[in-house]
């Protein structure tokens, strides 16, 4: 979505391509201080056989399954801003007032 909203003010409003390079910029962030953080963790969670790794493990699944605030706060901690709101087509960036 994000992207699509770069080429829409690329190539239909006429924005500077300099704005696909501000988007690498964030996606490679998100990407290294969310994703690949989560995704190592998810991981370490699935693989390890560590007891102390194996209680975390079930005790995060057993969350996960029954607390729907558990996974709203997981999720929220992880993902909250990873990307900024400014790729956003408004009427701002399309020309309207």
């Known amino acids: 979505m994000v992207l699509g909203n770069v080429f829409h ?18 996606r490679r962030s998100a990407f ?3 994703t690949n953080p989560l995704s190592i963790g998810n991981k370490e969670r699935l693989t390890s056989t560590d007891p102390e790794k ?9 969350n996960l399954n029954t607390d729907p605030e ?15 709101e400014s790729f956003e087509v408004t009427p ?6």
């Open 9 to 26: 003010r690329i190539l239909l409003l006429g924005e500077s391509e300099d704005l696909l390079s501000e988007y690498e910029r964030t």
């Open 32 to 34: 290294l201080e969310w």
């Open 54 to 62: 194996v209680a975390e493990r079930q005790e995060f699944f057993k």
């Open 70 to 84: 558990y996974v709203k706060e997981v999720l929220g901690k992880r993902m909250e801003g990873a990307m900024p």
């Open 92 to 97: 701002m960036t399309n020309g309207s007032k």
